[in-house]
T-cell receptor
């Protein structure tokens, strides 16, 4: 079974600074997708960014970007110019050709004004 | 706009009660999911349904059952609630297909406390 590990239960960042959240995963598949989801205090889970494993180029969405290292099975999320609204739980998730997502344990991000 | 609606945000039930958590999606999605979220454990899949009346067990199905009589509705049932089932429950849906990148959409969650 696939596993997803987020080794940082909590992180904090100063407003306007950059922070990187770590994620590693274990799989024997070659074709899969990786996701970062954000869960703010309202509890609605929101997709932040996704990466196809067959693409070498790292995905970017505005202030959010990933560092995808396929050989190392690492998938970190970088948030640039952090804003107060970025404070949330962040979940890394894995999905292969099946239809189910496997989630990591989450990282709580705090943003200091 | 995409919508996954969970009927109850907060519930308090007694040990041994039968509990129903309802979820409705308006996107004509084939797949629907029930996850349980606990601190430090992330989201764990309880059950998955890919079609009406079809279901598959996830990672932690014990103590739970599901019902999918209509495409848009997926119910999670706790036959006899226990205190270790106190948790946040998240419903989600997605399109079916070999496209592994199909986004999964989540509801707002249901906080269940069993006393």
């Amino acid at each position: 079974a696939q596993t997803v590990t987020q080794s940082q239960p909590e992180m904090s960042v100063q407003e306007a600074e950059t922070v990187t959240l770590s994620c590693t995963y274990d799989t024997s598949e070659s074709d899969y997708y990786l996701f970062w989801y954000k869960q703010p205090p309202s509890r609605q889970m929101i997709l932040v960014i996704r990466q196809e494993a067959y693409k070498q180029q790292n995905a970017t969405e505005n202030r959010f970007s990933v560092n995808f290292q396929k050989a190392a099975k690492s998938f970190s999320l970088k948030i640039s110019d952090s804003q107060l609204g970025d404070a949330a739980m962040y979940f890394c998730a894995y999905k292969d050709a099946g239809n189910m997502l496997t989630f990591g344990g989450g990282t709580r991000l705090m943003v200091k004004p | 706009d995409v919508k996954v609606t969970q009927s109850s945000r907060y519930l308090v039930k007694r040990t041994g009660e039968k509990v129903f958590l309802e979820c409705v999606q308006d996107m004509d999605h084939e797949n629907m999911f029930w996850y349980r979220q606990d601190p430090g454990l992330g989201l764990r899949l309880i059950y998955f349904s890919y079609d009406v009346k079809m279901k598959e067990k996830g990672d932690i199905p014990e103590g739970y059952s599901v019902s999918r009589e209509k495409k848009e509705r997926f119910s999670l049932i706790l036959e006899s609630a226990s205190t270790n089932q106190t948790s946040m429950y998240l419903c989600a849906s997605s399109l079916w297909g070999t496209g592994a990148g199909n986004t999964i959409y989540f509801g707002e969650g249901s906080w269940l406390t069993v006393v």
